[in-house]
């Protein structure tokens, strides 16, 4: 079993900043990605970004958060997402992920809103 826990969401004013983190635990042997995803209310899920775990730790970023969301590996089992300048449009339950021998397993979110 692997186990995700998601931290850091809240309330926030549009231009302001959060930072989500994200810690695997349980049968944790070798990721091969972990990434952040999103789900406002009546809309479907989307990917925001995504970092590997592999040599270099190519990442991965949506249109829409492009220059202002930043993912990062804090260590071994561990992400975060640095989101600056936000909008009420980022306003949504925000779901970690974590991809191991083809597998994806997901965190139970954390939410995030962005008044104007």
């Known amino acids: 079993q692997v186990q995700l826990v998601e931290s850091g969401g809240g309330l926030v004013q549009a231009g302001g900043s959060l930072r989500l983190s994200c810690a695997a635990s349980?049968?944790?042997?070798?990721?091969?990605?972990m990434g952040w995803y999103r789900q406002a209310p009546g809309k479907q899920r989307e990917l925001v970004a995504t970092?590997?775990?592999?040599?270099?730790?190519?990442t991965y970023y949506a249109d829409s958060v492009k220059g202002r969301f930043t993912i990062s590996r804090v260590d071994t089992v561990t992400v975060s997402l640095q989101m600056n300048s936000l909008k009420p449009e980022d306003t949504a339950d925000y779901y970690c992920?974590?991809?191991?021998?083809?597998?994806?397993?997901w965190g139970k979110g954390t939410l995030v809103t962005v008044s104007s």
């Open positions: 992920s974590v991809e191991q021998y083809g597998a994806e397993y």
């Open positions: 970092i590997t775990f592999g040599f270099g730790g190519s």
């Open positions: 349980g049968s944790i042997f070798s990721i091969d990605r």
